[in-house]
């Protein structure tokens, strides 16, 4: 009982501070006018960007009298409260249950000094990351399916579940037809959401490429740009300690990293950090595996071909 008090306060605590910080610091940005996105009046990539934009209209439908601005903030409440969970659940696979709350007071850490201007996406894109990993790794393919169709809707970026996948898989599973049509399957429920999306909310805004920008930022760091990355360099620096210590899978999910400073590069801007956030989950994973072997998860529930080997590595006893 005190256990499970333990981490229901430590869920609702983290993400409380984590909406007060939004709340209190962030900002609307002219650029991403909340309520036109609201009305879907707004052009893509924004307007495409729809399931916490959804929740927030159900909210204002179902409590007229309520802003838009407070529907966006409960809107992001739910997101919150559900990116904590996950997060704690994912982290279970790589510290015993009872230690799992640390991810959550990490992943409030590492999060909170990315926030600057509202939208509606962010803190859906680590639920959904953190949730679609944990699924792969505990092979519930068909609801990690679910939730890539349901990701898609809140932001395009799970597309790069899919190679993560197949980096999962690799080196024998990729030689399986199955693997690949897998793949496929998910390459069908993603671009299917998206035609929806474009079909429902036409867009004839192509996305911007910002590679001379970004080219121009790097070559010319700021003082600014440099401090914006000194934490996760910090984090990083101890998530390669975990590294040599994390199990083969969560090994091979840190393909992630390159895929999503390519998109950056290409797409987004550099000056914006929380463009990672996709990879916190698996940077958080790699910072618990740097944890003495005490704290590893049990090799009794470490069940996934992707987990167990290094796992039972770090265990007190052996596998049955």
């Given amino acids: 009982m005190r256990q499970r008090i333990l981490s229901i306060g430590v869920w609702l605590g983290t993400s409380w501070t984590c909406f007060q910080v939004l709340k209190e610091h962030g900002y609307e940005g002219k650029w991403m006018p909340l309520q036109d996105i609201m009305k879907f009046s707004f052009p893509a990539p924004f307007s495409h960007r729809a399931l916490f934009v959804v929740l927030a209209d159900a909210i204002q439908a179902a409590f007229p009298s309520f802003s838009y601005m407070k529907c966006f903030l409960l809107s992001q409440l739910v997101a919150i409260l559900a990116a904590f969970e996950a997060i704690r659940r994912w982290a279970a696979l790589f510290v015993r249950p009872e230690f799992a709350f640390l991810a959550q007071l990490l992943l409030a850490v590492i999060l909170i000094p990315t926030l600057r201007y509202f939208n509606f996406y962010d803190f859906g894109i680590v639920f959904f990351f953190s949730a679609s990993l944990l699924c792969l790794f505990q092979e519930r393919f068909f609801l990690y399916l679910g939730l890539l169709a349901l990701g898609t809707l809140n932001h395009e970026i799970v597309l790069l579940l899919v190679p993560v996948y197949l980096a999962l898989h690799l080196p024998h599973g990729v030689r399986r037809l199955a693997t690949w049509g897998r793949a496929a399957l998910q390459l069908a429920v993603w671009g299917g959401v998206r035609l929806v999306m474009f079909w429902m909310?036409?867009?004839?805004?192509?996305?911007?490429?910002?590679?001379?920008?970004?080219?121009?930022?790097?070559?010319?760091?700021?003082?600014?740009?440099?401090?914006?990355?000194?934490?996760?360099?910090?984090?990083?620096?101890?998530?390669?300690?975990?590294?040599?210590?994390?199990?083969?899978?969560?090994?091979?999910?840190?393909?992630?990293?390159?895929?999503?400073?390519?998109?950056?590069?290409?797409?987004?801007?550099?000056?914006?950090?929380?463009?990672?956030?996709?990879?916190?989950?698996?940077?958080?994973?790699?910072?618990?595996?740097?944890?003495?072997?005490?704290?590893?998860?049990?090799?009794?529930?470490?069940?996934?071909?992707?987990?167990?080997?290094?796992?039972?590595?770090?265990?007190?006893?052996?596998?049955?």
């Fill in 201 to 320: 909310l036409p867009s004839g805004v192509a996305p911007r490429v910002l590679i001379a920008t970004n080219i121009q930022a790097l070559l010319h760091p700021t003082a600014r740009l440099l401090t914006l990355y000194l934490g996760p360099a910090m984090w990083t620096a101890v998530a390669v300690l975990g590294y040599r210590h994390a199990p083969p899978g969560l090994r091979r999910a840190v393909v992630l990293l390159p895929m999503l400073v390519a998109t950056t590069f290409a797409f987004g801007q550099f000056q914006e950090v929380r463009q990672f956030d996709a990879f916190i989950p698996v940077l958080v994973a790699l910072i618990l595996c740097a944890l003495p072997a005490k704290f590893a998860a049990r090799p009794a529930l470490d069940t996934s071909p992707f987990i167990a080997p290094a796992a039972w590595g770090r265990a007190a006893t052996p596998p049955p």
